[in-house]
């Protein structure tokens, strides 16, 4: 019994250290990995920043080529002008202030602050671009497995914003359309858009005619159903009569949209026929 207590003592004497080593190593690994994407967030948002500073010296200099008079010798200054004044000081202090004053000195980076350096960043360009890169060394928490101190360099490119300018399009013109719809309406106020529905009666309806003279057949959706009420439903321009005012046939959902996104239909023959506010009564052919 003594010597199983000896050998349980003695290999958790010999596996333990191991163990503790390798969850530490794992620790300190995960730490680095954490530590380099906050790095380059911080980079990230300092390149942003000294992009966004690019654009008023650029904006003076093209406010005041378009309003000043060519006669007035003044050199204006360039958006390069804030290559001098944007310095390896400056991206110092803002990475500080993105990344955390006490968050960079209590990290693994040695010497924190201090420990930073941008001599090989390309601030900004005679193209305007913004190449910042930053190297620093970290200490594990655990040095084992030969990790060590490491040297660390993350690196974030971009453009300076100096505005946009936008581009002069066409207007479109807009028409409207509707579900399953076979041409489009120039005109919102269209009547195969705006529909005007009238009730009649079963001896009211035997005499009644569209506006082409055409008596109003059953409608395929709901012609058929028992008429409880009594009471049909017409269009002027119809060329059926429906039993229920609910009927997806007396409804129209509308959609407005730019003449070049319709593809495939015809402009609308009311729409077409409309003159000085007035329209043609020459229906066409229609479900309604």
Known sequence: MKKTKGSLTLEAAIVLPIFLSLAISLISVLEMMNLYARVEFALHETAREISLMVYPANYVKTFGEEFLDEDYEIELPDANILNPLVSETLVRAMFTDNFGYKNLNNSLIKNGEAGIFFFRSDIINEKGDI???????????????????????????????????????????????????????????????????????????????????????ACKKCGSDENGSGYFYITPYGEVYHTRLSCSGLKRTIYKVGLSEVTGLGECERCRNYKEGEIIEKGENGSD
């Open 131 to 217: 190449d910042l890169i930053v190297t620093y060394k970290v200490e594990p928490l655990f040095n084992m497995f030969g990790l060590g101190r490491m040297t660390f360099c993350n690196r974030v490119k971009m453009h300076s914003w100096t505005g946009y300018t936008k581009e002069k399009r066409e207007e479109d013109e807009y028409v409207y359309i509707t579900d399953n719809a076979s041409v489009y309406h120039t005109r919102r106020d269209c009547t195969h858009l705006c529909l005007t529905i009238n009730s009649v009666t079963i001896s009211e309806l035997e005499k009644s005619r569209n506006k082409d003279g055409k008596i109003y057949k």
